[in-house]
Every structure is written in C-alpha cells, then in structure tokens.
C-alpha cells in the first residue's frame, strides 16, 4: 500500500512519473531499448531532454537569453562551482540555515563572502526581510527555501547587484520572476523529479560577463555546458526523464499557479491544526514560513512523546516526518506531489493522537 510521504528529498512523486518513468526503463517509446540503455546523442533521448528544458522554460517563463541546464554533483556542487565562476572579490550572503552556511563556507575559498542578514541568533526561525546589499559584492546569494529550517521567501526583488538563488526546495511551487535573477539552481529531487540531476537556469550574459579571472577546470565552468546544452559530458540520461514526467504533470495540474494553490492549501491544514493541538507546537515565526517544509515540537511538557508519536504516525501509513538530525522534532515536507489527502491522513493522525494522550 502506498504510503502518505512527508520525506524531505527524495520525495513524494506524482504516480504518472513512477509509472511513466518504469514504462521507459523497460523502453524509450518504441525505439527498442531502454531510458538507461538509449545514446544521450540519439535522437530519441534528444526528444526528451527537449521537452524537459522547454516545458521548464514554458511552466517559469523564462525569459529569451537565459538557458537551462541539468548537470551532475547535487546543488552541493553549485555552492563550489558559483564562486568558482563568479567570485571575484566579495559575494554577499543571507544566512538561513544549513544550505546557506555551506555555500557560504565553499565561497571562502574564494575570496570574501560577507553575510549580510542572518536569522541565526534566533534558531533560524525567520526569514530576514529589508536586505542592505553592498554595492561592491559581485552576486547575492539567497536560498529562497529552508528545506530544514522550514522558513521561505516568496517575493522576487530586484538589487544592485545580480541574484544568484538556490531554489532546490521551492522550484515550481509559486510563480518566480526568473528575471529578478542571474542564476537559479537547485537539487531536482523535491518539486521536479528523482535524485541525481541539478538544474541551473542561467542569464546567458551574466555567465559570459561576470567570470572570474581565474583557470576553472571545464568541467566546473558553466559556459562549457551553456556551449553544449548540458552533453558536454553524459547527463544523467534517466533522471532528466523524471524530470519532463514530473513538469507534464505541473504542466496538466495548472501548472506554478496551481501549485501554489495546493501548496497554500496544504500549508494551511497543517499550521491550522499543529496550532490548533494540544500536543503540539510551531516553530518557524508567522510570516516566514515554509509552504514546503513544516516542522513542529511536541508541546510543552509532551517532549517524552516524540518517538511515540513517530511510531503512532507510522502506524498510520505515513512516512519521513522526524525531523532533520540537526534539529529534532518533526518536519512535515509538503512538496508538489504530496496531495491534500496526504495532509489530511497526517492532520486526523493528529487528531485521533491528541484525543488518545491528551
Ligand atoms: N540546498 C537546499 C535548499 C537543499 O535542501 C539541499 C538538499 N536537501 C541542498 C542544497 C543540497 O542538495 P544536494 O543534496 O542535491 O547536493
């Protein structure tokens, strides 16, 4: 039976990209082979990594002079390979969490990453607003989405200086101006499809412009995949399949606006009822939080309870609520394909808890 899942990434993925996705392992279409047997230069995987990259740029709106690429190293590679590029003196930095304090610490091999707003001495449980950005910085790096701390931005600004944005935990869950930004990456294994293939959608000017005067290895420079729409080398092949699975049914479910619906739907349910319970409480303060990651405390006095409520929700059929190691508690992660029916089978676990040991 297949489980209610609130993992963090991996995730939830819509039944058409599992069932699409394991038709093709068995065969591309009908071209006599498999999704990971098939060339990367035959023209039938060409079809697919066509169809990935415009239905990406089709569901943003990505503006004309900006490309999108799919590459290997997670969104963990990005935090080494943006400085690489584009570091030349200073970068500014908003410091949210986990992801930001490492790209933050891979941008000091660089040269001068300055955090200029940071939510830390208050347990990453804000978003900082009203940012001072100094004009000498050669980017601003933003990571729109907290995937462990749960809090997020959903309004694109413009500064001084180009945007660079890690978006691994809310791509394709809102509308975004892409044009507000000089690059966007991220991990594809949340909102966009399985483990193993990073997006990067890239201002083709910037990424000429602003280089860094340094030698960058070929692989790590983004002009190289730019020039070859990301075959330079072999793209993961299997995973970029996912990928056009998973926006055909962004695509077919009203696409970035409706899954910011659902995704406002979901958030609400949730916070309605972790208010509303006796047993537990809210972390992230009102007005920066998550529409994607939820975490939630017992309540006061109830901590003894967590690892019984854990195994109470497993009984229940759900699945990847505790919360991130570095953390504790609980964190529900309420992505794309997770559906309403998901959070209210976590919402009446809740409840039925509540009525049982309150
Ligand atoms: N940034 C954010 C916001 C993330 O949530 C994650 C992964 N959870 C990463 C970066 C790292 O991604 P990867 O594991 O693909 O390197």
């Known amino acids: 039976m297949r489980k209610h899942i609130f993992n963090a990434g991996p995730c939830k993925l819509p039944d058409s990209t599992l069932e699409n996705t394991a038709n093709a392992v068995r065969e ?13 230069r035959s023209k039938d995987f060409q079809a697919v990594y066509d169809e990935a990259v415009s239905l990406f740029k089709e569901l943003l709106n990505i503006p004309e002079n900006y490309s999108v690429l799919f590459l290997g190293g997670g969104a963990s590679t990005q ?11 200073k970068a500014a930095f908003v410091n949210t969490g986990t992801w930001s304090t490492k790209a933050i610490k891979e941008a000091k ?9 940071s939510s830390e001495d208050k347990g990453f449980t804000f978003y900082p607003k009203d940012l001072q950005v100094p004009a000498d910085a050669d980017y601003l790096h933003l990571t729109s989405n907290n995937t462990i701390r749960g809090t997020e931005f959903f ?75 990301s075959m330079f080398n072999t ?16 695509k077919a479910n009203g696409g970035v606006e409706g899954m910011e619906k659902l995704a406002k739907q979901r958030e609400e349910m949730l916070y309605a009822e972790i208010e509303r319970n006796s047993m537990f409480k ?28 854990i195994a109470f929700s497993e009984k229940h059929n759900i699945c990847g609520i505790k919360g991130h190691r570095s953390v504790g508690g609980f964190r529900a992660s309420t992505y794309n394909a997770c559906s309403i029916e998901d959070v209210e089978a976590l919402v009446a676990c809740m409840k039925e808890y509540e009525t049982l040991k309150a």
Not at 109 to 117: C, S
Request: proline content about 5%; hydrophobic content about 40%.
């Open 109 to 117: 091999l660089f040269g001068e990453a300055e955090v200029i707003a």
């Open 79 to 89: 935090f080494c390979m943006v400085p690489y590029n584009f570091l030349k003196k």
């Open 28 to 40: 591309l279409g009908n071209c006599g082979q498999s999704i990971m047997e098939v060339s990367h």
């Open 155 to 229: 309004e694109d600004k413009s500064y001084d200086v180009p945007v660079i944005c890690d978006m691994s935990s809310d791509i394709m869950s809102r509308p975004v101006d892409v044009s507000k930004y000089a690059m966007i990456y991220g991990g594809c294994q949340k909102n966009v499809g399985a483990a193993g293939v990073t997006f990067v959608i890239i201002n083709n000017d910037f990424a000429k412009e602003n280089l860094a005067d340094r030698v960058i290895p070929t692989m790590l420079k983004y002009q190289t995949h730019i020039d070859k729409d």
């Open 235 to 250: 793209p993961p092949c299997i995973n970029i399949f996912t990928v056009k699975e998973t926006l055909k049914w962004v």
């Open 282 to 309: 809210p972390v992230v303060e009102e007005g920066s939080r998550s529409r994607m990651n939820i975490p939630f405390l017992m309540a006061d006095g109830k901590e003894d309870l967590m690892s019984d409520f």
